[in-house]
């Protein structure tokens, strides 16, 4: 399969689409010295994904190894790759099926295998079936035995995952050039069919009950009452979409939504078309997203369920309980938007700039990590 003298490194996720755990890959893979080190992505569908033509565009390969709820498939194929073909590390970003991936990994000899916690488990238990929050829980104790580094998005991500175990924290980062208001793109509300004057209000994620479209949709209806000028800018994909636009045209609500799908330009739309930005997540590991929000300088309001180090520019973000109906939020995110819509541009891309999030940082610690001996 290679055919370069390049370092490999194999990602172990799900689908390479444009989530936030696959976008800072990309970002990463971007910028990499990819004739010194090169990605490949084990992942569990055969559907083609967001970025997979880039991904090969760039030297890499995708592999199917199974379906996600088929761990002794996905040991099969992982054992048979890595038996194969020589990689310097792998790299798990799920619970779901590093266990696996990790004991294939060990079988072969591959000495560098990472854990990497992008989420809350412990919050992401308390919404799933019990047999699912069981298989979580076992995949979870058994990923500890055979993986030997562990890194984690933030203290709760790795706290929940880890007990205990040594990790370390590492900012995600961001392409913070993107968010650069000197690289002014030829992108504008009126390419979404939105007057000048409307009022934006932005949500980037999957469309799965993480994200919490159904209680963004309620805000959303005292919002349009607070302001008849206001729309929603909905980005992303995902199982619950058809059931959310089934909501928004429930509430008669459909002229003031709009759904994007995935978009390469997010930086691009954050910064030149969305006024506010709005996330009521049930739960979070760190919520990059966020940070690419501040990054712009969008007034925001999120959930109180967001680690502490999502939050870097403390003036333009407001967290909230989810236990506060959606007026709270409505007359929370108006407030907000009022006492910041006029905060600099230029300003919030240099906080961010300066950062633990600015992806130079990450890059130079990934690339200790995957080339430290044994």
Same mark, same amino acid.
């Given at each position: 399969?290679?055919?370069?003298?390049?370092?490999?490194?194999?990602?172990?996720?799900?689908?390479?689409?444009?989530?936030?755990?696959?976008?800072?890959?990309? $970002?990463?893979?971007?910028?990499?010295?990819?004739?010194?080190?090169?990605?490949?992505?084990?992942?569990?569908?055969?559907?083609?994904?967001?970025?997979?033509?880039?991904?090969?565009?760039?030297?890499?390969?995708?592999?199917?190894?199974?379906?996600?709820?088929?761990?002794?498939?996905?040991?099969?194929?992982?054992?048979?790759?890595?038996?194969?073909?020589?990689?310097?590390?792998?790299?798990?970003?799920?619970?779901?099926?590093?266990?696996?991936?990790? &004991?294939?990994?060990?079988?072969?000899?591959?000495?560098?295998?990472?854990?990497?916690?992008?989420?809350?488990?412990?919050? &992401?238990?308390?919404?799933?079936?019990?047999?699912?929050?069981?298989?979580?829980?076992?995949?979870?104790?058994?990923?500890?035995?055979?993986?030997?580094?562990?890194?984690?998005?933030?203290?709760?991500?790795?706290?929940?995952?880890?007990?205990?175990?040594?990790?370390?924290?590492?900012?995600?980062?961001?392409?913070?050039?993107?968010?650069?208001?000197?690289?002014?793109?030829?992108?504008?509300?009126?390419?979404?069919?939105?007057?000048?004057?409307?009022?934006?209000?932005?949500?980037?994620?999957?469309?799965?009950?993480?994200?919490?479209?159904?209680?963004?949709?309620?805000?959303? &209806?005292?919002?349009?009452?607070?302001?008849?000028?206001?729309?929603?800018?909905?980005?992303? &994909?995902?199982?619950?979409?058809?059931?959310?636009?089934?909501?928004?045209?429930?509430?008669?609500?459909?002229?003031?939504?709009?759904?994007?799908?995935?978009?390469?330009?997010?930086?691009?739309?954050?910064?030149?078309?969305?006024?506010?930005?709005?996330?009521?997540?049930?739960?979070?590991?760190?919520?990059?997203?966020?940070?690419?929000?501040?990054? $712009?300088?969008?007034?925001?309001?999120?959930?109180?369920?967001?680690?502490?180090?999502?939050?870097?520019?403390?003036?333009?973000?407001?967290?909230?309980?989810?236990?506060?109906?959606?007026?709270?939020?409505?007359?929370?995110?108006?407030?907000?938007?009022?006492?910041?819509?006029?905060?600099?541009?230029?300003?919030?891309?240099?906080?961010?700039?300066?950062?633990?999030?600015?992806?130079?940082?990450?890059?130079?610690?990934?690339?200790?990590?995957?080339?430290?001996?044994?």
């Amino acid at each position: 399969m290679f055919k370069d003298n390049s370092i490999r490194i194999l990602h172990v996720v799900y689908a390479m689409n444009t989530g936030g755990v696959e976008s800072w890959l990309m $970002a990463i893979y971007r910028q990499l010295d990819r004739e010194k080190i090169q990605f490949d992505f084990l992942v569990n569908t055969q559907e083609k994904a967001f970025f997979d033509d880039e991904i090969r565009q760039l030297g890499g390969n995708i592999i199917y190894a199974g379906a996600l709820n088929n761990p002794l498939a996905i040991y099969q194929t992982a054992k048979s790759l890595l038996s194969v073909e020589k990689y310097q590390a792998v790299h798990c970003h799920n619970v779901e099926n590093s266990t696996p991936v990790l &004991k294939a990994a060990v079988v072969n000899n591959i000495g560098i295998r990472i854990y990497h916690s992008h989420n809350d488990l412990n919050m &992401k238990l308390t919404h799933l079936s019990f047999f699912k929050s069981m298989y979580l829980k076992v995949n979870r104790l058994w990923a500890l035995k055979y993986a030997n580094r562990f890194l984690a998005v933030s203290k709760s991500a790795g706290d929940s995952l880890f007990k205990g175990e040594g990790y370390r924290l590492l900012s995600l980062g961001i392409d913070v050039e993107k968010f650069n208001p000197a690289n002014k793109n030829n992108i504008s509300k009126s390419d979404f069919s939105l007057a000048e004057d409307d009022f934006v209000v932005g949500h980037v994620g999957r469309f799965d009950i993480q994200k919490n479209h159904v209680f963004l949709v309620s805000i959303a &209806k005292v919002l349009i009452q607070l302001n008849p000028k206001i729309k929603f800018l909905l980005v992303g &994909k995902g199982k619950l979409e058809e059931e959310i636009k089934s909501k928004i045209k429930e509430y008669g609500l459909d002229n003031y939504f709009l759904f994007t799908g995935l978009r390469s330009d997010v930086p691009q739309i954050m910064s030149q078309v969305m006024d506010a930005f709005l996330f009521p997540s049930l739960f979070e590991g760190l919520g990059l997203v966020l940070v690419e929000a501040q990054a $712009a300088g969008l007034p925001i309001v999120c959930s109180d369920v967001i680690p502490d180090e999502a939050v870097v520019n403390t003036d333009l973000v407001q967290r909230i309980s989810l236990s506060q109906p959606a007026k709270e939020w409505a007359e929370t995110l108006m407030t907000h938007y009022e006492q910041n819509k006029h905060y600099e541009k230029e300003k919030a891309y240099r906080i961010i700039e300066g950062s633990s999030f600015n992806l130079n940082n990450t890059i130079k610690i990934l690339e200790e990590t995957w080339q430290e001996k044994k």
